[in-house]
Structures are given as structure tokens and as C-alpha cells.
Nanobody
Framework: QVQLVESGGGLVQAGGSLRLSCAAS????????MGWFRQAPGKEREFITV????????YYAASVKGRFSISRDNAKNTVYLQMNSLKPDDTAVYYC?????????????????WGQGTQVTVSS
């Protein structure tokens, strides 16, 4: 059973930084892709970024490119989301997700496993 546990959310002022973590367990993730999504109140779940566990290949949404960075630590089975230059529009619940495929995807339905989410609030 795959388990994903996010941590690192919180309240930060505009322009600040946060680093989210996603601890993964229950599988060997070498053939998985790991994504980060977010969902603000009243909005659909939005793709942010994805990393292919095997080779570290990444892809970012235009809204976060240059500000956010995804990485993984193979030894710890953990994926990170470094968020810099945060804006109030970045306020949302952030979710980590695992896709049972080496192919990257921006579609939430293509991810089989999800964490519980962590709240990020950016004040102006």
C-alpha cells in the first residue's frame, strides 16, 4: 500500500519561501512519477510540477516555473517542493501524488495515490 505524507506547509508573507516534503512508502518508486498539485477554495485541482523518479526529469506549470523547484532524495524516498517568491495567489492546499508510470502527466486522474494535503497560506 502506497502512502504519501506531506509536511512543511504554513503561513508565510508574500515574497517568502517554504519547502514542502512528501515522504513516500510502500513501494519501490523507481518506476513512478511524483507530482505536486494544489487546490484553492472554489477552484479545481491544479498541476504544479512533476518529477520522474528514475532520472529526475522534471516539468513545471507556467505559473510556477522559475519560482518553484521539485527534487527527490532517493535514500529517503522523499520528494521536495521548494517554493520561492511566494504570492497570495499561491495560497492553497498542496498535494503530493504518485503515478504508476515513468511518463509524466499534468492530469490529476492519472495519479493513483495522493497524500492528505498541506495548507499553504501566503499573506499580502
Amino acid at each position: 500500500q502506497v502512502q504519501l505524507v506531506e509536511s512543511g506547509g504554513g503561513l508565510v508573507q508574500a515574497g517568502g519561501s517554504l519547502r514542502l516534503s512528501c515522504a513516500a512508502s510502500g513501494r519501490t518508486f523507481s518506476r513512478y512519477a511524483m507530482g505536486w498539485f494544489r487546490q484553492a477554495p472554489g477552484k479545481e485541482r491544479e498541476f504544479i510540477t512533476v518529477i520522474r523518479w528514475s532520472d529526475g526529469n522534471t516539468y513545471y506549470a507556467a505559473s510556477v516555473k522559475g519560482r518553484f523547484s521539485i527534487s527527490r532524495d532517493n535514500a529517503k524516498n522523499t520528494v521536495y517542493l521548494q517554493m520561492n517568491s511566494l504570492k497570495p495567489d499561491d495560497t492553497a492546499v498542496y498535494y503530493c501524488a504518485a503515478r504508476v508510470s515513468v511518463g509524466v502527466s499534468i492530469t490529476p486522474d492519472n495519479y493513483a495515490y495522493w497524500g492528505q494535503g498541506t495548507q499553504v497560506t501566503v499573506s499580502s
